[in-house]
């Protein structure tokens, strides 16, 4: 059975830091593109960021690039979301998600979603 499963998140201030996992089991890790995405309410999830492991490939939204890092630790088959220099506008749920090696930056090319993780930044 697939899984992923999420943990990380939480409330912190502007400027702050938060680092989110994704634990992934039921399938090979280097085999998958895994993603981030976010949802805030009212609105659609957007893709935040990716990792192919099988390519050393990764990518980001603008709106995140030198703030957020994506990394992954293929032995214990985890994804890691580090958080940076946090904004109110960063207040959303983020999901994990795993998908076939080309999968990129929308969500429906992703099987598998981890069950959602809140993280609020105050202002």
């Known amino acids: 059975e697939v899984q992923l499963v999420q943990s990380g998140g939480g409330l912190v201030q502007a400027g702050g830091s938060l680092t989110l996992s994704c634990a992934a089991s039921g399938f090979t890790f280097d085999d998958r593109a895994i993603g981030w995405f976010r949802q805030a309410p009212g609105e659609e999830r957007d893709w935040i960021s990716y990792i192919r492991n099988s390519m050393g490939r990764t990518d980001y939204v603008d709106d995140v690039k030198g703030r957020f890092t994506i990394s992954s630790d293929s032995a214990k088959n985890m994804v890691y979301l580090q958080m940076n220099s946090l904004k109110p506008e960063d207040t959303a749920t983020y999901y994990c998600?795993?998908?076939?090696?080309?999968?990129?930056?929308?969500?429906?090319?992703?099987?598998?979603w981890g069950q959602g993780t809140q993280v609020t930044v105050s202002s």
């Open positions: 998600a795993a998908g076939p090696p080309g999968a990129r930056i929308f969500w429906y090319e992703y099987d598998y």
